[in-house]
């Protein structure tokens, strides 16, 4: 590895608001960049405009679901209206802790949402990759959706206990049995899939 | 604590109005709001007092009863505070949420009293290690409108002020054991000296200003402020910034000196309506609390 | 701590024997006061070392001269506990903070653990904790969840609120939390008498004789005071003023010390990470 640059601390002064724009684990104040991490500082030069300046720590960073941001999550419990999940991963980076979400049964896919029925999409277990629409309010916690063609399950167990295969967007059979299940399954992009 | 929802364009219009030195209610950022003080408000106490300042209702009570004094401090009597916030102030206090603030403010009492100018506690020892007068200091919170420690802390010394202790005798036979006699009349007692006990005076930051008495609105406004005591002599005997955020260290220097300023006259005014209420005895027109 | 109720707790009530000691006057050993007259603006040597406890997500443990010792150990953002809580966060991240003495931290009578004293006083101490690193912590970057700080004060030798500051700022900043400055805590006190000076992180045996304390906060990055916390007898708004200033120059100088072991500490775990990659 090679060796690492200058390492900085949470409040130093890295350089001028004008010099370099401010990446992540950076904050902006009186026109100057400050660091807002302990760790390696880094500068990437874009090919327009000015260099990003961030401070990265090793992978094991603090992050938190953000709206917008592609989760991976765990079904825990269905009713009719909603899905209670787990999220487990954001992106690829696994969480320290689990955060709850809900994904409600408009959300679950993007047309004829009046007909969508909880239990037909997922099952208790399931493991989905779901997108964080908003972060709730006092009563609520994560608001998740699936109303993507890459979003749904991904990985299901059927009732003899092995992993289906997904047969179409909406079915997943079990190899054993050849019972079909219905599911909202997701289409895996191939970035994601990495053995 | 109780707490109101402003816009930001309310806000906005607060921290403008302190910039050019003019409060929503019309006050000076130096200014006071009117406040009434009355005290013997409670009759099965020794001493008790109620503050309204604004809509700020406080009413103190202090039962003095005895005690054996601390291991560290034989020949010291002592004072024990204690701060209920019930949910009459606003819902939020109910069952036990207003405790976190209720010991906040407590803890705050104890510093402010902790200096041994403050009060003779000397006075209130009985017989070194062995028996001295406990003064239970009981705030209640009727009402909060914003700038609660002012408010507890002119109601406390006002209560103090107003405290009758009964006077006890040791009496010592031959053989040695201790008798505590105490007095039939029940005017002889004794005063405590509340000359050098401070007042805390508030001073909370907004925008770039500072205020004193903040309402609840401009409490919201907000970030930070800073907690003075000050005796009537002006001297300062504690301190502690309150709130999440932070301070410049100028703009503390200043607060001290406003403290100071605001602290002095504000002792005046609260001694001349404490003399004055004792000179009329007991002719006086008592109002009561929430009167 | 749930209370071992198997264990033989003594007495309701006991005393340390140095209540009696110094009643008696005689006994009492001299404290080397007068032998020694020291420079009010020296500090005590201060020992801090950021990332030694390996399951917590952040940790720091800072020892100052005259035998305090506070370890500290934060923990990263996790979902807020109860959904009502959550409410009052909606705008950024709650910030929890501990702050626990051990029951022989203190030199004069053990605290009974689990009393009503002890209680109260880690309590104001973790509120005063709290407050002082609140602003230093970008709290808006974590929305809906709580951040925990505990502090544990294995010896208390004075300053002990200063250096618990100082290492909690430490270890939020070890365990990767988005921060806008470090916290550095200092404290002063001023030893009885008229024309006593005030004197930087006083040992335990000044703390207690002292006639006012003072502990001060600084974000030494943005010049901002986070706490202050202080009292005793009263002086003029100038002599404070005057600790104050004390006190800010002390957290300056020791700034340097704190943001070196933060270096080392990252510098380790890149290395510690390049090797097991």
């Keep these: ?195 | 604590m109780a707490s109101v929802v402003l816009s930001e364009a309310e806000k906005l219009y607060i921290v403008h109005g302190v910039q050019e030195d003019l409060r929503i209610d019309g006050r000076g950022c130096e200014d006071y709001r009117c406040a009434e003080v009355e005290t013997d408000v409670v009759s099965n106490t020794s001493g008790s007092a109620r503050v309204k300042l604004g809509h700020t209702d406080i009413l103190v009570g202090v039962k003095a009863e005895m005690g054996t004094p601390k291991l560290e401090k034989p020949d010291e009597g002592y004072l024990e505070f204690f701060v209920d916030c019930s949910a009459n102030a606003t819902p939020e206090f109910e069952g036990r949420g207003g405790e976190e603030l209720g010991t906040e403010i407590a803890n705050t009492l104890y510093r402010v009293f902790s200096s041994e100018s403050s009060i003779d506690l000397k006075s209130i020892c009985i017989n070194p290690r062995e028996h001295c007068w406990v003064l239970y200091v009981d705030v209640l919170l009727l009402e909060c409108g914003g700038n609660l420690f002012d408010a507890i802390s002119i109601a406390v010394k006002a209560a103090l002020f107003n405290t009758r202790i009964p006077k006890v005798r040791v009496l010592e036979d031959e053989e040695g054991s201790k008798e505590i006699e105490l007095s039939d009349d029940p005017y002889d007692c004794i005063r405590l000296n509340v000359d050098d006990v401070p007042c805390i005076v508030t001073l909370s930051k907004i925008g770039y200003r500072h205020v004193v008495d903040a309402t609840l609105q401009e409490e919201a406004c907000s970030l930070a402020s800073l907690l003075i005591s000050v005796t009537s002599k002006g001297a300062i005997t504690s301190m502690k910034k309150m709130g999440k955020g932070s301070l410049d260290p100028e703009s503390i220097f200043e607060m001290m000196e406003t403290g100071k300023r605001v602290g002095k006259s504000l002792h005046i005014a609260l001694q001349k309506i404490l003399d004055e209420e004792e000179s009329l005895g007991t002719s006086r027109q008592k109002v009561g609390f929430l009167g | ?277």
């Design chain 3, 1 to 277: 701590m749930p209370l071992d109720h198997r264990r033989v707790r003594g007495p309701e009530e006991s005393q340390p024997p140095e209540v009696w000691a110094a009643a008696g006057g005689a006994g009492e050993v001299p404290e080397e006061e007068d032998a020694a007259p020291r420079d009010p603006c020296a500090l005590r040597p201060l020992f801090a070392r950021a990332g030694l406890l390996s399951q917590a997500e952040g940790s720091a443990y800072v020892e100052l001269g005259g035998g305090t010792k506070v370890l500290c150990a934060a923990w990263g953002p996790r979902e807020a506990a109860e959904p009502g809580a959550a409410a009052a966060a909606a705008g950024g991240g709650r910030l929890l903070c501990e702050f626990r003495r051990a029951p022989f931290a203190g030199r004069g009578a053990r605290l009974r653990p689990g009393s009503a004293a002890e209680r109260e006083a880690e309590r104001e101490a973790a509120a005063a904790l709290r407050e002082a690193l609140e602003p230093a912590v970008r709290l808006a970057r974590y929305p809906r969840a709580r951040l925990a700080v505990s502090a544990l004060l294995l010896q208390d030798g004075g300053s002990a609120l200063a250096a618990a500051i100082s290492a909690a700022a430490l270890a939020l900043a070890d365990a990767g939390v988005e921060m806008y400055d470090l916290a550095v805590g200092c404290a002063l006190c001023r030893p009885p008498g008229p024309a006593a000076a005030w004197m930087l992180q006083p040992g335990e045996a000044e703390e207690r004789r002292a006639a006012a304390r003072l502990t001060v906060a600084l974000l030494p990055a943005l010049n901002q005071v986070s706490a202050v916390l202080g009292g005793g007898q009263g002086s003029p708004p100038d002599a404070w003023a005057q600790a104050l200033r004390l006190g800010l120059d002390g957290c300056h100088r020791l700034y340097p010390v704190l943001r070196q072991s933060l270096l080392r500490a990252a510098r380790r775990r890149d290395a510690a990470a390049a090797t097991t990659a």
């Design chain 1, 1 to 195: 590895m090679a060796p690492p640059g200058r390492y900085c601390v949470p409040g130093e002064r890295l350089c001028s608001a004008e010099e370099a724009t401010a990446g992540s684990g950076t904050y902006t104040r009186h026109g100057f960049i400050f660091s807002s991490l302990a760790g390696c500082l880094e500068k990437r030069s874009e090919d327009s405009g000015l260099p990003v300046v961030s401070v990265v720590r090793d992978a094991e960073s603090q992050l938190l679901p953000d709206v917008g941001a592609v989760v991976t999550c765990k079904v825990c419990s269905i009713n009719s209206r909603f899905a209670k999940v787990h999220i487990l991963y954001v992106g690829s980076t696994p969480l320290k802790s689990t955060f709850r979400g809900t994904i409600r049964r408009e959300d679950i896919r993007a047309t004829e949402k009046d007909k969508v029925e909880v239990y037909k999409s997922f099952r208790p277990g399931d493991i989905v990759l779901a997108k964080v629409i908003s972060l709730g309010d006092a009563q609520s916690n994560y608001l998740l959706s699936t109303a993507e063609n890459e979003l749904g399950v991904v990985v299901a167990r059927s009732e003899a206990g092995v992993q289906m295969v997904p047969i179409s967007w909406c079915e997943m059979q079990c190899p054993r049995t050849h019972t079909k299940d219905l599911r909202k399954v997701a289409r895996v992009q191939p970035q994601f899939l990495q053995t």
